[in-house]
């Protein structure tokens, strides 16, 4: 019998076993996956790939599947590689980062009448279970330096209800845990970090997301590192939850007391206040084989990036009314997700929405992450009113109307680079001529 970490067994050797798995994959369905991961055309390509298909057929007879599919072995082995990378012993391989702050609110009872603090500037994620079971949402302004949860108003804006506090590392750069940290213990608060963007950054010669009492990074597609498409690492810092927050991924299943009669027990997951009912989580044993893969290689993507990262800040660093991504210290490293490009626009003589449309025009992609969150309809149509919001969050409506863009940062040539730099310089001195 296989271990019992779900409940679909490997039965193993045996007169009549139970399949672990319904139907596996086969020659024909592997081809189809190569095809997709690796895609072509033209006579050398297909000569290629007729040359695989031989092989793989041979493969075929001389192989045997795997004996599971899901939560198993290489789900373990990412979750170990993670560890030893962030130095935890908590990292738990889940859906993606979206669910891995779901098991965090189930664990603080997160109730409606509850306040959690999220920065004004991030991706829905990061509010969506608080909105959803009607908590209120306070929206903390930013750091106009980082676009980063600000601490001082995160420190405002704390009331007897706040229950969690929940930083965003926007772009990888971490954000200032400290005062947070002390804020939150000072009130009892729990910290979740949201650090979707910070696989690999430090903060004071921490890993983010092994400081506060929980955290998640994602592996979605467009994040530094992926499992397939989708994914995500969760940790925690509560005394004796990391095995619950396995169980917590997978419905409440427990083997350790079994009901009559019967293989496992579901039990309820202690939470902070009282328990709570588990979901369902869990992710692909080829999903755990991908990220397992990424995970070994992430210090080199990191590195690659801050290279193109400390090339655009040294080129841009010539206009003062430019000012470029700040590169970390000592005490600060990032991860360079995204770059961020900010100007200022009385030195420009205008906005970043003129320099967003002079390099759309020139050819260079910017992406603004992240829109105001209270600006969403979901938002205001459960009943917060944006106008008086942004009047609590002055900078970040400076920011995001007049000063930020992101700009790609991975996977583009030197000559991209360089092209992208020249675009950025020439049009801010064309808005600083009146062009
Ligand atoms: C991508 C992202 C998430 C969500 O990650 P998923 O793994 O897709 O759930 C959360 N927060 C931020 C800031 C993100 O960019």
New binding site residues.
């Given amino acids: 019998m296989g271990k019992a970490t779900d409940f679909r067994y490997n039965t193993g050797a045996t007169r009549v076993p139970w399949a672990a798995v319904g139907e596996n994959y086969n020659a024909h369905d592997l081809m189809e996956i190569i095809r997709f991961l690796m895609q072509g055309e033209g006579p050398e390509y297909e000569a290629a790939i007729n040359a695989v298909w031989e092989q793989v057929e041979k493969l075929d007879k001389l192989s045997t599947p795997p004996g599971k599919l899901t939560t198993a072995t290489q789900v373990e082995a990412a979750e170990e590689a993670c560890n030893a990378y962030l130095g935890t012993d908590s990292s738990t391989f889940v859906t ?4 891995g ?1 779901e098991i965090a609110y189930k664990y603080a009872n997160l109730k409606a009448g509850d306040e959690v603090i999220v920065p004004a500037i ?2 829905v ?2 509010m969506a279970y608080p909105l959803a079971i009607g908590a209120k949402l306070v929206f903390a302004d930013v750091d106009p330096k980082t676009i980063n949860m600000d601490p001082a108003d995160v420190a405002r804006k704390i009331t007897p209800k706040t229950k969690m506090i929940v930083p ?1 590392h ?1 772009g990888g750069y971490p954000v200032d845990l400290d005062p947070i940290m002390e804020l939150a213990r000072k009130h009892d608060i729990l910290v979740l970090e ?1 650090a ?2 910070a696989f690999g950054a430090m903060y004071k010669g921490r890993k983010i997301g092994t400081i506060g009492d929980f955290a ?1 990074f ?3 597609e ?2 530094n590192v992926t499992s397939f498409g ?3 690492i969760a940790t925690t810092n509560i005394p004796g939850f990391a095995p619950e927050m396995k169980r917590a991924r997978f419905l409440g299943m427990d083997f350790s007391a079994p009901i009559k009669n019967w293989l496992y027990n579901i039990t309820p997951i202690p939470g902070k206040e009282h328990p709570f009912v588990a979901a369902n989580y869990s992710t692909t044993e080829i999903q755990g084989l991908g990220l397992k893969l990424q995970v070994a290689r992430n210090e080199e993507i990191i590195e690659a990036r801050r290279r193109a990262a400390e090339y655009l800040t040294n080129r841009l660093s010539v206009n003062d009314a430019i000012i470029p991504q700040d590169l970390g210290n000592e005490d600060i490293k990032p991860t360079f997700h995204l770059y961020l490009l900010q100007i200022d626009p009385e030195k420009a003589g205008g906005d970043v929405q003129t320099l967003k449309k002079k390099l759309e025009e020139k050819g260079v992609t910017n992406i603004p ?2 829109g105001p969150l209270y600006r969403f309809k979901v938002v205001s149509d459960m009943g917060y009113d944006p106008d008086e919001i942004a009047k609590t969050c002055p900078v970040c409506e400076e920011v995001f109307y007049k000063r930020f863009t992101h700009l790609p940062i991975y996977g583009l040539s030197e000559e991209q680079l360089e092209y992208m730099a020249d675009a950025i310089l020439e049009s801010v001195a064309e808005m600083q001529a009146g062009k």
């Fill in positions: 993606n980062a979206t669910s702050f991030t991706f994620a990061t965003v926007i949201d979707a963007h998640a994602s592996f979605h467009v994040k989708e994914g995500g992450h992240f």
